[in-house]
């Protein structure tokens, strides 16, 4: 199954490591470090050209981790994630 992010994007829920709320979470300093360490790495992906509402980590199939920046809300996010179809 898979977690539509927005965007024309999707990722395995098996490999989805977290789900954040991108204006809660960058109010900490380790997760703005985070977040630009992911960045100059060239790790994340922008899911969305509209304002950030959330960011997935996810691994990828050769356990890279990878962080996606979307436009949907996070726990909209977590909704699908749990979604039983």
Known sequence: ??????????????????????????????TREYLASAGKAGRVVSCTLDLPKSFVVSLDEDLTERVYICGVAAETLRKRANAKI
Request: glycine share 10%; charged share 20%.
């Open 1 to 30: 199954m898979t977690l539509h992010l927005g965007g024309g994007f999707s990722v395995s829920k098996k490999n989805v490591v977290a789900i954040m709320d991108i204006e809660k979470a960058s109010t900490s300093k380790i």
